[in-house]
């Protein structure tokens, strides 16, 4: 099952090689490539980021991690996405890569082993979202207090006010 | 002052390492931002910086909305001292997803309004970074020089601060009439006093002594914790998004990037980081002049402003340069009037993230120092 994942796809010389290697060295691992507005993303086997994540700083030049967030999905299955921001500035190539877990303990090996910055990427993605990272340095809670027990960025979390906490006073005015 | 001891026993003596909290209110951390430092003596032995005092949680806030439109005054509260660069990156990323073509003359003014910005900022990052250090001065000098590009903002959108100035495929309305005479005087009073700057605080022995060799960041280190703008050129690499990935009409200036050299001590000090937002100022200057050259005197700024925005199922990731380094806006649309998700990438988020790697083993007043040269707002840091 080595489908061709570019096939379609516009890319640019440094993609395209990342695209070949990482399909020829991790086939099974390469879930789905695919473009949107310019941007390269492409999703992988959760379980896998590490090997994957090392294969990209080692052998393809992607030196940065821009970014690491969390995406809420809102679906029944594979409810949570983390995407990796990934820069080579050699090549001034970005690519995002994506991987997907379930909402039942959502649980991904961290990163920090390769790129420091995802130190509080992580711990960011951790306290809006309840993702935990496996093996990571320092795996607290960012913003909210420590006990908090809630995800704020989760789709069901309110705008206003925290569950089962005291009631907010009416936001709209009296009618009597 | 809240104050902790910890028994530690070495092979000689016994010795105490003292656990210490600087801020949240304490006048050089820019804001509510809580280091606890563990001290041996006035030696730093290690920063655990806590943040989230400001947390608003402004993702949230853009998912809740339904409305694309009204994000952008968030976008203002984030790095509250850069906003109009903070608005362009976002209006850029819905332009982008909407494919819109925006007339020339709003591109110009957005872009003589962007740079006027970052010196803006500079000059309140530099200034504050002095007055960290005890030179009181060249922060009076600079506030005044800061006030006249607030003036020119005044006039032009009726705030000083928070602007939402610019919206999805245009600005609010047109520049003032005298706003290129202004601006122009502007260029032509400020240049001399970079100069005078330079006199005053850069060269300045007492200063070069306090910030030469301290909180070295090599350029590696630097990559690794994803550093940008002003901090990662300091360090000597030559990465700037206006250049390299040029966003706007960035491409059409002829500018340069600066970077850090340790000319007076060891690349990646502090000087170093402090110097290369001096010599950005001037080239922000000569990219104001060019703009104003080449600006349309004639064009309807909000000609390009859709009624309704109407965005098809993507998703985008838009960086531009603002003052502080990269910023980014991750933004996924499904057909609802609202973005499903934004996350905004914050360049003080990552510089605070490398406080702890570059400050180990400092001593407690360059704490200060290191904490001025990063330039971190704390808006920006908590969202």
């Known amino acids: 099952m080595t489908p061709d994942l570019s096939m379609s796809l516009e890319l640019s010389e440094h993609l395209q090689k990342t695209v070949d290697h990482l399909s020829e060295n991790f086939s099974d691992k390469l879930i789905h490539v695919y473009q949107s507005s310019g ?12 090997e994957i994540s090392k294969y990209l700083k080692e052998e393809l030049h992607y030196i940065f991690l821009s970014d690491v967030f969390g995406i809420d999905r809102y679906t029944s299955d594979e409810r949570f996405e983390v995407v990796y921001n990934l820069l080579s500035l050699k090549h001034q190539q970005r690519v995002f890569v994506k991987i997907r877990c ?12 390769i790129w420091k910055a995802a130190n509080w990427f992580e711990r960011e993605v951790y ?7 496996r093996n990571h340095p320092d795996l607290r809670r960012i913003y909210m207090p420590e006990d908090f027990e809630y995800f704020p960025l989760r789709k069901e979390f309110p705008l206003l006010g925290i569950p089962g906490s005291i009631e907010l006073p009416s936001t709209t005015p009296d009618t009597d | 002052m809240e104050v902790m001891m910890n028994k530690t026993t070495d092979s000689n003596s016994e010795r105490r390492e003292m656990v210490i909290n600087m801020g949240p209110q304490h006048p050089s951390t820019h804001g509510v931002l809580r280091l606890e430092l563990v001290l041996d003596g006035e030696v730093v032995k290690e920063v655990r910086p806590n943040i989230g005092y400001l947390h608003r949680c402004f993702e949230k806030y853009a998912e809740e ?31 982008r997803l909407l494919e819109l073509e925006i007339p020339e003359r709003v591109e110009y003014i957005r872009v003589i309004i962007s740079e006027l910005q970052r010196i803006a900022s500079h000059l309140l990052g530099i200034g504050a970074f002095g007055l ?61 006093k970079i100069k005078e700057l330079n006199d005053l605080l850069s060269y300045n022995k007492i200063f070069i ?42 491409d059409r200036f002829d500018f340069d990037i600066p970077v850090g050299s340790g000319e007076v001590g060891t690349l990646g000090d502090c000087w170093d980081r402090y110097m290369v937002r001096v010599r950005e100022m001037e080239q922000s200057l000569r990219i104001i002049e060019q703009a104003l050259d080449g600006m349309p005197d004639e064009g309807d700024v909000t000609e390009a402003v ?32 609202g973005p499903f998700r934004v996350k905004a990438r914050a360049p003080s988020f990552v510089h605070l993230s490398m406080l702890p790697a ?26």
């Open chain 1, 39 to 50: 941007d390269t993303f492409i999703i992988v086997d959760a379980d896998s980021i590490l």
């Open chain 1, 102 to 113: 379930e909402e039942e303990n959502p649980e991904v090996d961290s990163v920090v082993p």
């Open chain 1, 127 to 133: 306290d809006m979202f309840g993702v935990y990272f």
């Open chain 2, 65 to 95: 909305l339904g409305d694309y439109a009204s994000v952008t005054p968030y976008t203002d509260r984030m790095d509250y001292v850069s906003a109009m660069n903070q608005e362009l990156g976002y209006v850029i990323a819905i332009e």
């Open chain 2, 132 to 192: 960290d250090l005890g030179a009181f001065t060249p922060f009076l000098y600079l506030f005044t020089e800061r006030e006249k590009i607030l003036d020119i903002f005044e006039k032009t959108s009726g705030a000083r601060l928070l602007y939402n100035y610019m919206t999805v495929g245009g600005l609010m309305k047109d520049v003032p009439k005298d706003f290129k005479k202004d601006t122009a005087e502007f260029v032509k009073t400020f240049r001399p």
């Open chain 2, 209 to 250: 002594n306090r910030t030469a060799d301290i909180g070295v960041l090599p350029e590696k280190v630097a990559l690794n914790y994803a550093a940008s703008g002003p901090v990662l050129r300091g360090s000597g690499m030559k990465w700037d998004l206006r250049k390299d990935d040029p966003y706007s009409i960035y």
């Open chain 2, 306 to 337: 859709p009624k309704r925005i109407r965005l098809k199922e993507g998703e985008i990731y838009c960086r531009t340069e603002t003052p502080r380094g990269e910023l980014g806006y991750y933004i996924i649309s499904d057909k609802k009037g």
């Open chain 2, 358 to 383: 570059i400050s180990k083993g400092s001593l407690i007043a360059d704490m200060v120092a290191i904490v001025g040269s990063i330039d971190i707002v704390l808006g920006e840091v908590d969202r």
